[in-house]
């Protein structure tokens, strides 16, 4: 096993070196620790999908990830998607028009597994939209305003080309 005192790393077009509170630190502790509290840990066990994060344009349950493997690593949180007054990024926008969130502490999950997907594939078919959310849960929700968010994301865009960090 790797150990590390700290971790270098780019989180959100940030470079950080981030000393790790201890050995068994996940990433999303680590995450929220240097204020990326858009990272909500739900079950801390990887179920739920609540502090899903991007390391290296991949998709990762970051409860359950320990926080030195993101060592020299590029990490998107949902506060990276659209900082501080920016606009929102489509995915968040087709979210916010399609009331695909309530109360929206699990809502990153979601939105984050969306965006791992298109940036893989611009164009995908019903049956990865659902696979690439599979892995989240909603309780206030549900799925269906979920999966009409996440085809509207897909269905709005208007060039599948078109890079979905806008």
Known sequence: MTTCRSVELTVDGEV?????????????QMLRRTGRTGTHIGCANGDCGACTVLVDDRAY?????????ADRSAVRTIQGLAPGDAALDPVQRAFRDEDGFQCGYCIAGPIMCLH?????DPAPSEDAVRSSLSGNLCRCT????????????????????EDVDG
């Open 16 to 28: 950080l070196a981030v000393p790790l509170a201890d050995p068994t630190e996940s990433l999303a």
């Open 61 to 69: 349950k970051s409860c359950v990830v320990p926080a030195w493997r």
């Open 116 to 120: 791992a997907l298109l940036r893989h």
């Open 142 to 161: 549900g799925c269906q305003q979920i999966l009409r968010a996440a085809r509207a994301a897909v269905s709005q865009r208007p060039d599948p080309s």
